[in-house]
């Protein structure tokens, strides 16, 4: 081994630990995108939590979170799964947000939360860095993909595990002639749209997507059915209570709680109908009901 060039003992201790600061580049781009962030006024731009909650857990800053999403947009890291594992072994993140290492979900759910807020900051940041000469005129990034969903789309072993991925790239429709029933059921419970079209307003999507490719823009209203864009007005079908969650932002507990002075109704009316299935049978039913359901 002495002739090639060899890497420090693992296990060795140093008397002079280095500073995480040492490994950066005084030109790194992870500086820029620190004292950029550092600098802008998260309350006024809407981000949630930009103001601590003065009970329940402590949550991450809004710039921290930020940070790392900022990152993962300028290379390409997508996935917030992707993003959860490079702060783990990423000597830049760790040094941009101190070592934090949130999970996929948290960041996941920022991306969703603070959707108009992200996009004001990537557009400020792209400006900021051609005011500085950072970019030429080519393109900066492309934030969009496209997806061809063939008949019976999400049929798959993979139809829970697509959905996840669906959202953490930040698609929130998708429409096909046909769809697994699992796969369309869990599109519902993390507010993704699965509309369903016919084969040939199918045929006729995917000829504009080829023709169009990045450039397509297509809107999906869901109060009216319609997929509209230039010139453009197709159909499409979703059951009528999906369609009622999407709208309202609720899952299966939210919506069974919408109901939740029937169901208080209810087990008075049953408690007092049928006392010996009550959970607490040495009490009387109205004094069961008031303790179950106050």
């Given at each position: 081994m002495?002739?090639?060039?060899?890497?420090?003992?693992?296990?060795?201790?140093?008397?002079?630990?280095?500073?995480?600061?040492d490994f950066i580049a005084?030109?790194?781009?992870v500086r820029i995108v620190d004292v950029f962030i550092n600098e802008l006024d998260?309350?006024?731009?809407?981000?949630?939590?930009?103001?601590?909650?003065?009970?329940?857990?402590?949550?991450?800053?809004?710039?921290?979170?930020?940070?790392?999403?900022?990152?993962?947009?300028?290379?390409r890291i997508?996935?917030?799964?992707?993003?959860?594992?490079?702060?783990?072994?990423?000597?830049?993140?760790?040094w941009l947000i101190g070592r934090l290492?949130?999970?996929?979900?948290?960041?996941a759910d920022f991306r969703r939360n603070n959707g108009k807020g992200i996009r004001n900051v990537c557009r400020r940041f792209v400006m900021l860095c051609r005011e500085l000469k950072l970019f030429s005129d080519a393109v900066v990034a492309i934030d969009g993909s496209k997806f061809k969903a063939a008949t019976n789309f999400g049929c798959g072993s993979s139809r829970e595990h697509a959905v996840w991925a669906l959202v953490d790239f930040g698609i929130r429709a998708v429409a096909s002639p046909r769809f697994g029933e699992i796969f369309r059921t869990n599109?519902?419970?993390?507010?993704?749209?699965?509309?369903?079209?016919?084969?040939?307003a199918y045929a006729r999507l995917a000829a504009l997507a080829r023709e169009g490719g990045q450039g397509l823009e297509l809107s999906?209203?869901?109060?009216?059915?319609?997929?509209?864009?230039?010139?453009l007005e197709v159909p499409f079908q979703i059951d009528t209570g999906d369609r009622e969650r999407l709208l309202k932002g609720l899952d299966e507990i939210s919506e069974t709680l919408t109901h939740l002075d029937a169901i208080k109704a209810f087990a008075h009316r049953?408690?007092?109908?049928?006392?010996?299935?009550?959970?607490?049978p040495w009490a009387s039913p109205s004094e069961t009901s008031r303790s179950s359901f106050s």
């Open positions: 002495s002739r090639y060039i060899e890497g420090q003992d693992r296990q060795q201790v140093t008397l002079l630990p280095e500073c995480l600061d005084e030109d790194n781009t998260l309350v006024g731009l809407g981000f949630d939590g930009a103001k601590p909650a003065t009970t329940g857990r402590p949550s991450y800053h809004p710039s921290v979170l930020l940070k790392l999403y900022l990152y993962g947009y300028l290379n997508q996935s917030s799964r992707r993003l959860e594992r490079e702060c783990q072994r990423n000597m830049e993140l760790m290492a949130p999970d996929f979900k948290t960041i599109c519902v419970r993390n507010g993704v749209l699965a509309a369903i079209i016919s084969d040939e999906f209203d869901l109060e009216s059915g319609v997929i509209c864009g230039e010139d049953d408690a007092e109908r049928r006392p010996w299935l009550d959970w607490t």
